[in-house]
């Protein structure tokens, strides 16, 4: 089992900024890729930013430029720098992290943590 603790959400003005940061232990060894979902109300879960062990990255469309997501495979840890906030973007922040394991692909996910933009 993977344990992953998100922290760095809050409430910030239209244009401000957060960064997010999640922590993983447990059973590290093998993750392949970390990344963030958000979830709003009444919508599905949707990918935000995902980092692979390798380097490559990868954003919706609706972040590209204004978020950036970096690894710490040190630290087993992930980060989201959140820049020019819209209030389109106020959701609950999930931190994930894949991995195979005999050929099964597991994901893990965090609680959660709330980002409210307001306008």
């Known amino acids: 089992q993977v344990q992953l603790v998100e922290s760095g959400g809050g409430v910030v003005q239209s244009g401000g900024s957060l960064r997010l940061s999640c922590a993983a232990s447990?059973?590290?060894?093998?993750?392949?890729?970390m990344g963030w979902y958000r979830q709003a109300p009444g919508k599905e879960r949707e990918l935000v930013a995902v980092?692979?062990?390798?380097?490559?990255?990868n954003y919706a469309e609706s972040v590209k430029g204004r978020f950036t997501i970096s690894r710490d495979n040190a630290k087993n840890a992930v980060y989201l720098q959140m820049n020019n906030l819209k209030p389109e973007d106020t959701s609950v922040y999930y931190c994930?992290?894949?991995?195979?394991?005999?050929?099964?692909?597991?994901?893990?996910w965090g609680n959660g943590t709330l980002v409210t933009v307001s306008s």
């Open positions: 994930n992290a894949f991995k195979y394991n005999w050929g099964n692909a597991l994901n893990y």
């Open positions: 447990g059973s590290v060894t093998g993750i392949s890729a």
């Open positions: 980092a692979t062990d390798s380097g490559t990255t």
